[in-house]
């Protein structure tokens, strides 16, 4: 955030020339897992050249590196004799348990302010919200767009006559389709230091080499105005498309930049909402990206608040299965795997639908360990952060939370992404195959996970057709695609995982 909630209070309360802007540098947050080294480069760059921006803007700045955020804390407080420190409450539920004790850990006055990443601390959509109970997100979403006043008409209704351009958003790339060039950036002096600090520590995984993401709030702006200009208007269309050539197609590629506050959520919506209203790009595009932003966004976080600290450890569908190895080598012949787990090991992204409909969906039908599915998503993408890997991963993907999240469980075999993709083309096995040697694996797998969960699923409308085609299957056929599933879960090869932080290059 330009104006940071801790330094506007701070700044009220005691004049610029008394305050002095903590900012702690903590080795335990990047030490969990063995996270993404584009990440690691991305928080740490935007640490410091934020730090750089508020010297440059007359504020004293105490720089620290530390164990861990208390211990930075109390050095700093200890050094400067500090009589009180303002902070704003953090996304993470451990961290925010953390900052109720400040007061007391560090023996001074503690003011924790209201998050501002997020505009859904400041309404809330559901008053009456009931633990166990299910909410919908169309409904959440539509209560956010008339709170702030989005996309409505003056007498009301929602711009265009719909609130929902879902079903005109559904295509998938056509051959030979020339897309817009992604907006990056060169990296600087300072993040070329911090590249090198991050490639001599050894942790992680993928690469620092290659890395081109903004680090400053001017850049994160500039990314922000091309996907206006460039990418917008065609977002609609193809947000669900995949394709084996480009990973990012006509998607921002700004959930990074919100995450880390270098944008803020209302900015995207507003951005997006002028270029509609200057006829820059049409209702479709425009509703479809700030139904990302205002709804989805805004919902999963609503979500992880909800559920915490069960989230965590939610597994509705008792999946038991470890990580296979493919996840971190991408050395599988499944073709959509393969380059999708290879971009993200190399980018530390991918978009939605390959993280809901080939990461998630191979998951959830193989019965991986929700808490395992998690880990791996925290460690790979650049994007990731506890509140938002929990809800969408254990939640939304893998419908481990009792439908709390997702009314349904996001499942389908390879006839969804032989249509929205190019990967089937030239893959070694056949989309159109339930069994048998060339059959597709997510084919066997899906049918197998419908007849292994035949019961709970009848019970689940939005299901039911998929479900009751199942009784039409005769006996021998459903031992067979059994039979297949088990032999190709049975060869899965379990990835052995970390040790301090780096990862063994041994495997299973
Ligand atoms: C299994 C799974 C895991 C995910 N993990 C993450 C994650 O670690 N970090 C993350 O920021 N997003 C995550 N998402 C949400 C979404 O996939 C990414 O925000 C999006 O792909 C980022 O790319 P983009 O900026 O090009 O997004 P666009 O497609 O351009 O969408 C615009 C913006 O909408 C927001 N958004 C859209 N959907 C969601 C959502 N479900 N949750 C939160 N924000 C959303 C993001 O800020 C995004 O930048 C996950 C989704 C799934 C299904
Ligand atoms: S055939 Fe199956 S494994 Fe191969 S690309 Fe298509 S969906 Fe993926």
């Not at 506007?8 to 900012?23: Q, T």
């Not at 992604?182 to 600090?197: I, K, N, R, S, Y």
């Not at 969804?416 to 066997?444: E, L, V």
């Amino acid at each position: 955030m330009r104006s940071h909630p801790a330094v506007l209070a701070a700044e009220a309360a005691a004049g610029k020339d008394s305050l002095r802007v903590v900012v702690v540098e903590s080795s335990a947050s990047v030490g969990r897992l063995p996270y993404q080294r584009k990440k690691l480069v991305l928080m740490l760059s935007a640490m410091r050249h934020y730090a750089e921006s508020l010297c440059a803007a007359g504020y004293s700045v105490d720089y620290v590196r530390a164990r861990d955020f208390s211990q930075g804390l109390r050095e700093h407080v200890r050094k400067w004799k500090s009589s009180s420190l303002f902070t704003m409450a953090s996304s993470s539920f451990q961290t925010r348990l953390l900052q109720g004790e400040l007061s007391t850990t560090l023996g001074v006055p503690v003011t924790v302010l209201p998050n501002t990443q997020f505009l859904v601390g400041s309404f809330t959509p559901f008053p009456e919200t009931q633990s166990g109970k299910r909410y919908l997100m169309e409904n959440f979403y539509r209560k956010m767009r008339r709170h702030f006043s989005v996309l409505l008409e003056p007498n009301g209704d929602p711009s265009g006559g719909q609130w929902n351009y879902d079903a005109e958003n559904r295509k998938p790339l056509p051959k030979h389709y020339k897309l817009p060039p992604p907006c990056f950036f060169h990296p600087d002096a300072l993040t070329t230091e911090v590249m090198e600090e991050v490639e001599k520590a050894g942790h992680g995984v993928g690469k620092v080499g290659g890395f081109n993401l903004a680090v400053t709030h001017e850049q994160a702006e500039t990314a922000l105005q091309d996907f206006i200009e460039n990418r917008l208007a065609e977002f609609g269309p193809y947000e669900d498309a995949m394709s084996s050539s480009d990973g990012r197609l006509h998607h921002s590629l700004l959930s990074s930049y919100v995450n880390i506050g270098l944008l803020e959520p209302l900015q995207l919506v507003r951005a997006a909402e002028q270029a509609y209203r200057a006829g820059k790009a049409p209702i479709s595009s425009v509703e479809g990206f700030i139904r990302q932003v205002l709804g989805w966004r805004e919902y999963i976080y609503w979500q992880y608040w909800r559920q915490m600290p069960d989230l965590r450890t939610a597994n509705g569908w008792a999946a038991k299965r470890p990580m296979p190895a493919m996840f971190w080598n991408a050395d599988t012949d499944m073709n959509c795997l393969h380059h999708v787990i290879r971009r993200v090991i190399d980018s530390g992204y991918s978009h939605h639908i390959e993280r809901l409909m080939l990461i998630c969906n191979f998951c959830m039908l193989a019965g991986i360990d929700p808490a395992e599915v998690s880990d791996w998503f925290l460690t790979f993408y650049v994007d990731a952060f506890d509140w938002v890997v929990l809800p969408n991963v254990i939640g939304m993907g893998l419908n481990a939370d009792s439908g709390q999240t997702a009314t349904k469980p996001y499942i389908a075999s390879a006839n969804y992404i032989n249509r929205m993709s190019d990967y089937c083309g030239s893959c070694k096995y056949d989309p159109k195959q339930r069994t048998g040697p060339s059959a597709c694996p997510f084919n066997y797998l899906y049918w197998n996970f419908l007849l292994k969960h035949e019961k709970k699923l009848r019970a689940q409308p939005r299901l039911g057709p998929a479900v009751l085609g199942l009784s039409r299957i005769p006996a021998p056929e459903r031992h067979k695609i059994e039979q297949e599933a088990e032999r190709y879960l049975g060869c899965l090869e379990s990835f052995t995982g970390y040790e301090n932080g780096t990862i063994k290059q041994q495997l299973k």
